[in-house]
């Protein structure tokens, strides 16, 4: 069965940093381009990233651009979000998900993990 | 930039009634791009619908996709329990690369 699970969000103080991880299994995890997606408390989706199979093709939105970095370890089978200088507008459950291969759809999500930035 | 607008906001019907969810788009999309998910309370979204009309493995037959260029329906015919959800449009190609709408809210009248 494929699995994704994120880690590593937490409570966090404005203008810290944090990084997420996404741990996947169930597919060959260097296939699939993969992607971030989050969602304030109580608001809609929002994507925020993406990264190719191979890390060469890499594009945020830019609510985070020259803020959050993606990157992915196709060896560990996980992927990344360091996101640094957070605001409160950055607080939100942070979901990895997999684009399906050559696709514009995401077929499969993680549970998500919620970032708080809070002093 | 491509703007998804979803309507209505929230939408109250029955079980065994219909439900007709709309999305608009800023821009025209490309017919293999737009898809559709449904997210229940403290759960992940759910692929349900891609290449405006094609449903995602496990998704009943009472969900259909429909639409060209910008605008694009999601219909939910006999509408069972476990369907009230909230309802979010996606489109690929951009820019930017990805945008959702801001979902429609399907409740229990």
């Known amino acids: 069965d494929v699995q994704l699970v994120e880690s590593g969000g937490g409570l966090v103080q404005p203008g810290g940093s944090l990084r997420l991880s996404c741990v996947v299994s169930?597919?060959?995890?260097?296939?699939?381009?993969m992607t971030w997606v989050r969602q304030a408390p109580g608001k809609g989706l929002e994507w925020i990233s993406y990264?190719?199979?191979?890390?060469?093709?890499?594009d945020y939105s830019d609510s985070v651009r020259g803020r959050f970095t993606i990157s992915r370890d196709n060896a560990k089978d996980s992927l990344y979000l360091q996101m640094n200088s957070l605001t409160d507008e950055d607080t939100a459950v942070y979901y990895c998900?997999?684009?399906?291969?050559?696709?514009?759809?995401?077929?499969?999500w993680g549970p998500g993990t919620l970032v708080t930035v809070s002093s | 930039e491509i703007v998804l607008t979803q309507s209505p906001d929230t939408l109250s019907l029955s079980p065994g009634e219909e439900a007709t969810l709309s999305c608009r788009a800023s821009?025209?999309?490309?017919?293999?791009?737009l898809s559709w998910y449904q997210q229940k309370p403290g759960q992940a979204p759910r692929l349900l619908i891609y290449?405006?009309?094609t449903r995602a493995t496990g998704v009943p037959d009472r969900f259909s996709g429909s639409g060209f260029g910008t605008e694009f329906t999601l219909t939910i015919s006999r509408l069972e329990p476990e369907d009230f959800a909230v309802y979010y449009c996606?489109?690929?190609?951009?820019?930017?690369?990805?945008?959702f709408g801001q979902g429609t809210k399907l409740e229990i009248k």
């Open positions: 998900a997999r684009r399906s291969g050559g696709k514009g759809y995401f077929d499969y």
């Open positions: 169930g597919f060959t995890f260097s296939s699939y381009s």
């Open positions: 990264i190719s199979g191979s890390s060469v093709t890499i």
């Open positions: 821009q025209s999309v490309g017919y293999a791009y």
């Open positions: 290449g405006t009309s």
């Open positions: 996606q489109q690929y190609g951009g820019p930017p690369l990805y945008t």
